[in-house]
């Protein structure tokens, strides 16, 4: 038997597999909080599909723990490697393919990032409208994660907007899902059920996205309102209302306050408004045309002040996008502010007050700060958990978890369970369902090499 | 051990377990065409999932195929029963169980019909968007196939539109996937999975689906073109404006005559356009304004005379209204028309063209009329095939399925597999992928029990 270095070194070549010294740190993690970083045994970085099933292949003949990375952005450890393993870096893999006007889709690579393709398609004047908080983000961790993101209350998340995939199988064989079409009903949807899978039953090689039009107009309104119970009252009502949102965030006065001051930013609030308000409610329209956007921004503003709102602050655009942009980067926020670990649990979006008010408790009972906003319009809420004590900060995320699940919700709305939660996972999902996802899981990686200790121990 | 017969009464209750001459003609069969009406050995009435979950325990026990049943409108045969086996009619699981307009969802069991559920939500100013020609079919048949339709070019089919699951598993359990929220990753979507499993995985007891507010204004546009070609070029200028069509379908010129005749149409057009267009585009817009569906209109003529159109018929709603209805009942106006056959192909658009194309030829070299029309925004191309000898219709679908195949697409886009298709897709289908299928079924389904014969035989 050859020895698996030198199976691993002919299928990528010599150059693309590395091993001990030649590692560099940032192979060793993802962005999962409070996890050490484990540099894996080799690293390969194939540059097409074959590759990759030949790497899969060699992986579960000698029973080798197999990771895929991307941009290593991840948030749960999903695409961390394991010691003794094989990590296979999708860095070369990042050619945009085709950029389909006629179909209105865009074929890529898995290494692609949010960036590259977003740049390229504007060209085009498209877009891709998945709009999770990291553009340095691959596709291929976006399909893992299933990714999200703040304009996933107009156009859905990953899975609503991925219409095909070429994957490389642990079995070895390359597969082809879906298309570029919308509609199918030709087997089993292999292409959603390796969507969101982080990387445990097959390795994503190609994407076919849909694309949509890229409209030229937008416009953003912020409007405080005394507490989270009267913005989860007006939410209904502006999603009902037909404008369409882009982008419906709440944002707590404390977040507020800490992603103004580090993004430096001057909204032009009161202090006697600011003072009195702990919830704000930051709404994005869009539209092809300037003249229905102003319309369709004044129609928002009087619907806001008709439910509550002390005042509604019409942001420019610079502005607009600091706030956006310091939003999305809350993450990094949190981090610099010393958070020890970071969840985005999702919940029914009515229910948001209740769970922060369940969230305060839990906070209180265990001596934690906890902060967060959330994504109102999908009630998918980002926390920001301070707890240096990991026995101590455990028992408070299974005990966020658990309130989320029992109003209704999952323990991720987009960060996946990866490594970090995957305790919590099992403990708190229907065995039924667990085991139902264990024998999907043998299905396809009969030898169990993909992502061992994600999802399942 | 107690005889099946009355396993199966005690679950449901004597008055509803059918046996013999109490089985009535509907089910024995759904509404695919050339296939001989089986009656099952039972027909079972089960009232709430717990009833659906011990019927399955039973049938798995004794290794009785079990099929679902909604309002039996499939066309491929995935609800037409086997003999000797158990029919499981969700006929009294038919309740809206909640319109809930704070997080904009609808609960439904799966016996509940479209037009019933439309209906209901009309009521509240809402809507769901997925929109199959055919109103009496039910949610669970919806889930079962992936049902597309005619607003899938705006709203996606329903795996864009389902949110969560309750299901009964064949191994005895039942299960709740998802929830009321668009975002999850919190282990592999089984809500995805069941979606489109044409009732061989798991039977569904219950839906969230997703709602909208319901657009107050629609206007639809009729234009003629020379040929099929330049509806192809038209169609991707359409969805790239911007005007965001809710319906956007190509009907050729001979449909075109059949459903306005059989639907008593006059739509206003000359003859000398009607002699010389072979292919008509219809664009339906809607929008909660008046004035800017107006403006939109006028701007969709423009475009559409740019593009080549020989005319622009803004068709008055009634009309409008009897032309999508006719276009809907496509399937009755071939079925009276005497085809043996129904198939919908799904392709990328653009190609459409070549594969109309190679339609044409395939129909010469078989001596076969085939005629259809298209789902234009989306690729799904509704063919009859008027065959009479099984060998040759069979030869010709084959050769149908081929093509759509070879130009990157699949076999059906919304009808399913079924009992009917299942040797082209076996034939037809990456044997890994069917290998993958066949893991997956059995992870599910280790007896083997749920619909045998539809996807694989």
Known sequence: MTDIKTTLSDVVGAEHLLTGDAIGEDYAHDEALSREPVKPAYVARPENAEQVALLLKAAAEQGIPVTARGSGSGLSGASAPRENGLLISFERMNAILEIDTENHVAVVQPGVTLQELDDKLAEAGLVYPVYPGELSASIGGNVGTNAGGMRAIKYGVTRHNVLGLEAALPTGEVIRTGGKFVKAST?????????????TLALVTEAVLKVQPRLQHQ?????????????ARAVPKVVGSGLGPLILEYIDGLTMGAITYSAQLQLGIPDEVRETSQAYLVVMLENRSADRLDEDIEELGELLSGLGAKDVYVLPGPSARKLIDAREKAFFTAKAAGADDIIDTVIPRA????????????????????????????????????????????RVLRGLFEAGIDLGGAISGEHGIGQKHVKSFLALTDPAKVDLMRRIKVAFDPAGVLNPGVLFD
């Open 187 to 199: 087997g089993y949807d292999l292409t959603q059920l390796i969507i969101g899978s982080e990387g």
């Open 351 to 394: 229910a948001l007050p209740q769970f922060m008010a369940r969230v305060r408790e839990i906070a209180q009972e265990n001596n934690t700060f906890v902060i967060g906003c959330g994504h109102a319009g999908d009630g998918n809420v980002h926390l920001a958990v301070l707890q240096k004590d990991a026995e101590v900060r455990e």
């Open 219 to 231: 416009g953003t309104v912020l409007a405080p309102f005394v507490d989270l119970d009267e913005v």
